[in-house]
């Protein structure tokens, strides 16, 4: 079974429009860590945020945020007013302390904003 | 800088040759992990490494080989019982390697773009 399941495969939105990528995450685990990368084309992924399940408060950062929801197993992305520099794939991840911190990836979200 | 350096960039292999991708850090990070990237499945997990001389298979370590003698460094060897091995290949590597650690985030290489002609 898919541990993390990134619905969306690709987003096209229009420059300076706001855009939600979503993520929902199935573990066992009462100890678990949740990370969203950005993968540019240059293939290198880039961290951009780890929250612990014990911390459920959103997070802004700049034109990111992040809406961590236990109830629904959902961690996702919003970025506002988003740039063409913002087109990359997002990857959201979950690891699980009880399986010896291995990491899950989703599947990946394109995004392609147009100028 | 710190980082993790992977090489070569491109690589591309006869079939029934074995190559071997380089994956070096000086973060002094315990782990050090090898993924798998293939278009449209996201990334899965090789082999990964908690601590030095030791290693654990991932999800997809059949026609794949690791070392482990140094920290900073976590060498994969992709064999010629590899079926389908173009693809690009990423090494990561992060602080904590126990349970008991905190999960600290993963810090990834460049890739390596491997082709099969």
């Known amino acids: 079974a898919q541990k993390v399941t990134q619905a969306q495969t690709e987003i096209s939105v229009v420059e300076k429009e706001d855009v939600t990528l979503d993520c929902v995450y199935e573990t066992r685990d009462t100890t678990y860590y949740l990370f969203w990368y950005k993968q540019p084309p240059s293939g290198e992924l880039v961290f951009l945020i780890r929250?612990?399940?014990?911390?459920?408060q959103n997070e802004i950062s700049g034109r990111y945020s992040w809406n961590f929801q236990k109830s629904t197993s959902s961690f996702n992305f919003t970025i506002t007013a988003s740039q063409v520099v913002d087109s990359a794939v997002y990857f959201c991840?979950?690891?699980?302390?009880?399986?010896?911190?291995?990491?899950?990836f989703g599947t990946g979200t394109s995004l392609t904003v147009i100028p | 800088d710190g980082g993790i350096t992977q090489s070569p960039k491109y690589l591309f292999r006869k079939e029934g040759q074995n190559v071997t991708l380089s994956c070096e850090q000086n973060l002094n990070h315990d782990a050090m992990y090898w993924y798998r990237q293939d278009p449209g499945q996201g990334l899965r997990l090789i082999y990964y490494?908690?601590?030095?001389?030791?290693?654990q298979k991932g999800d997809i370590a059949e026609g794949y080989s690791v070392s482990r003698e140094k920290k900073e460094s976590f060498p994969l060897t992709v064999t010629s019982a590899q079926k389908n091995p173009t693809a690009f290949y990423l090494c990561?590597?992060?602080?904590?390697?126990?349970?008991?650690?905190?999960?600290?985030?993963?810090?990834f290489g460049e890739g390596s773009r491997l082709t099969v002609l």
């Open positions: 990561a590597s992060s602080a904590g390697g126990t349970r008991v650690t905190n999960t600290g985030e993963l810090f």
């Open positions: 991840a979950l690891s699980e302390v009880y399986t010896g911190n291995q990491f899950y």
């Open positions: 490494s908690q601590i030095v001389n030791d290693f």
């Open positions: 929250r612990n399940s014990f911390d459920e």
